[in-house]
Each structure stands twice: as structure tokens, then as C-alpha cells.
């Protein structure tokens, strides 16, 4: 399992803990992943779509399900302007 | 109105039309979206925030909603490696 594979399980673990128990130690682990997705060049789109595959296995309705395409390309417009951010600095050292 | 609030009215007509229904003219409203919202140094976690209110707002279930607080604290990480980017080309030139 690459880390893109162990980081989708990990995701999914920790959203549905979170779902059905809320606490203080599942924003710190929300933090923690952070970082580390970061880390590993995952983009922020692809945390969207994570999240949206969570919920459609969760049996969400459709129209939440939906709302997530608008969101997915909101954030891929992020995720570039990033990009584009590091390829310019990269080239700059 | 400022562009904040008038974003914030913008992102959630366009999101509500679409969950009922999705077109392609909606995703591309999105793009659109996109690009003014990063213009405008709008935080991807901001982004995160509107689509939880709205989702609220149509009487999504708590779970669903609870969800969201895993996805604003990823997306804060990935508001702040941006943010630091952007600082640190400012410094450079």
C-alpha cells in the first residue's frame, strides 16, 4: 500500500470516528494529516473527493452528494494556483 | 456588500442550483468562482466554511455536518503552506 492508498484508509478512518463522535482528539488528528498530506504532495482537491466517496458510502443523499462537484471545482483551482506557486519557487532556487 | 459577504451569497446560489440540478454550465461556474475567489485571497478553509453553512442551512443531517470539521482543519493546513508560499515570494521580490 503507497501512501496515497494508506492515506485515503487513514482519512476515512478518522472522518468516520469523527462523525460519530466529535472530540478534541479528532481536530488534533485532522491537523496531524494536514501536514503530513502536504507532505506528500496530495492535493487539496483530492481531500474533496475523499471526502465526497466517504459520504456516498455513508448513504448521503444525492443532493449532498451533488453539492460536492461545485466544491471539487472551487478547490482544484486552489490546488493549481499552489502548484504553480511551488513550480515557481522551485525554479527560483 | 463587500466582496466577502457578496462571494458568500455568490458561492451558495450557485451551489443550491446545482444540487438540484447539476449541469455542466454549473461546473463551469464553478472555474469561474474559482479564480475570483483566489484573486481575492479567499482561504480554502473559508470555502470549506460556506459549504458547511449552506449544507446546515438545508437541513443536513449532524453527521454530515460534523464531518466538516475534519475537512476545515485539513483545509487550514493547506490555507497556511499557500499563505506561507505567497509571503515568502513577496519577500523575494
Do not use: T, W
Not at 16 to 29: A, I, T, V
Not at 58 to 76: A, K, P, R, T, Y
Not at 77 to 93: D, F, N, P, T, V
Amino acid at each position: 500500500m503507497d501512501f496515497k492508498e494508506s492515506m485515503q484508509a487513514m482519512y476515512a478512518e478518522m472522518v468516520k470516528r469523527y462523525m460519530e463522535q466529535p472530540s478534541e482528539n479528532g481536530l488534533y488528528d485532522g491537523q496531524k494529516f494536514s501536514r503530513q498530506s502536504i507532505e506528500h504532495q496530495i492535493s487539496p482537491e483530492e481531500i474533496i473527493s475523499i471526502h465526497k466517496q466517504i459520504l456516498q458510502e455513508s448513504g448521503v443523499s444525492g443532493h449532498v452528494i451533488n453539492s460536492f462537484d461545485i466544491l471539487l471545482e472551487v478547490m482544484m483551482g486552489y490546488g493549481l494556483a499552489y502548484q504553480e506557486h511551488q513550480s515557481l519557487r522551485s525554479k527560483q532556487k
